[in-house]
C-alpha cells in the first residue's frame, strides 16, 4: 500500500494493481474501504486498477479536520494526477459514488467513464445523519476478536467486510474509522449536488440493486437529468452489490471497458 500527504496534512493511503492504461479508479463507500474491492481488481487483472482509502477510512488519516466534499475531491484528484497518465475509468459506491460524481464534475479533463453504484446527488435529514452517526457509536469496541465482533455485527456481506478489516491493537480490534467523523462526512452531503451531475459530460453507468436504498423514482429521475446515463439494476442484490452481486457486478464493469 502507497501513501501520500496532500496539501492540508492528511495522509492518503492507495494501492495500485499494474497493467494497462486507461486506468480504473475505485472509491469506496462510507465506513467502507478499498479493501472491499480487491477481489474487483483481481478480477480486472492486467488492468491498472488503483483502489483509495479516502479521508478518515481505512489506512488514510482517521480523523482529518476537513470533512468537506471539497476535501474528497481533492484527494481523488491528487493521487490520479500522481499515478495516472491519461484520462481513468472513475468508479464509487454509495459516498464514493458522490465523490466520484464531483470529481467528473470538477475535472472533466480526469474522468473518460464514470461508473457509481448505488449512488444520487446527495441529500438525506438532519435526523438520519445523527442516527448513522449513533449507530456507528453504539460499537462496543474494542473487539476481543473477529469472532465476537462478527457476534455484534452481523453476518451480511458488508458486516463481513467490517469484521474482515478491523484494526488488531494491543487492546483488541477497533473499526478503521470514527464515528463522529462519519457523521460529518454523511452531514456534508446533505445538500443536492444537482447542478454537478447534470454537467457532466463522461459516459456514466448507473449500478442500482433491486434491494438497494433508492426508490424507482428516485432511480428515473436520477437517470434522466444525466446528460449521457445508462441504468443497470443488479438482481438478488443490496446497497452493497458490489459485494453480494459480485459477478454480475464484474460484467457490468466489463462492459465499460469493452467499449
Known amino acids: 500500500m502507497k501513501q501520500t500527504t496532500v496539501s492540508d496534512g492528511v495522509t492518503i493511503a492507495y494501492t495500485i494493481f499494474e497493467g494497462v492504461e486507461p486506468a480504473v479508479v475505485i472509491l469506496h463507500g462510507l465506513a467502507g474501504s478499498s479493501r472491499e474491492f480487491i477481489p474487483t481488481a483481481e478480477a480486472l487483472s492486467g488492468r491498472r486498477v488503483i483502489l483509495i482509502d479516502q479521508r478518515g477510512h481505512g489506512r488514510s488519516t482517521t480523523r482529518p479536520a476537513d470533512t468537506s466534499r471539497n476535501a474528497f475531491v481533492s484527494d481523488v484528484v491528487h493521487v490520479i494526477t500522481k499515478q495516472a497518465s491519461e484520462p481513468v475509468i472513475l468508479i464509487g459506491q454509495s459516498m464514493g459514488a458522490h465523490t466520484a ?87 456534508a452531503m446533505g445538500k443536492p449536488r444537482w447542478t454537478e451531475w447534470e454537467a457532466i459530460e463522461a459516459p456514466t453507468l448507473l449500478v442500482y440493486a433491486d434491494g438497494g436504498m433508492f426508490t424507482e423514482e428516485q432511480k428515473s429521475e436520477f437517470v434522466r437529468r444525466g446528460r449521457n446515463a445508462r441504468c443497470i439494476d443488479a438482481t438478488a442484490a443490496s446497497h452493497d452489490a458490489h459485494l453480494d452481486a459480485f459477478d454480475q457486478w464484474i460484467g457490468a464493469l466489463r462492459t465499460v471497458l469493452a467499449d
Do not use: C, K
Not at 448505488?118 to 438520519?128: P, R
Not at 480490534?173 to 467523523?181: G, K, N, W
Open 101 to 187: 460524481m464531483l470529481v467528473a464534475a470538477a475535472r472533466g479533463d480526469l474522468v473518460r467513464q464514470l461508473v457509481l453504484i448505488e449512488g444520487n446527488q446527495g441529500g438525506g435529514t438532519a435526523s438520519e445523519h445523527t442516527a448513522l452517526g449513533d449507530f456507528f457509536r453504539s460499537w462496543d469496541v474494542p473487539f476481543s476478536d473477529r469472532a465476537e465482533a462478527a457476534a455484534a455485527l452481523g453476518d451480511g456481506p458488508l458486516e463481513r467486510a467490517w469484521v474482515e478489516d478491523l484494526d488488531e491493537r494491543p487492546d483488541g480490534l477497533h473499526p478503521r474509522f470514527d464515528a463522529d467523523i462519519m457523521q460529518s462526512t454523511v452531514e
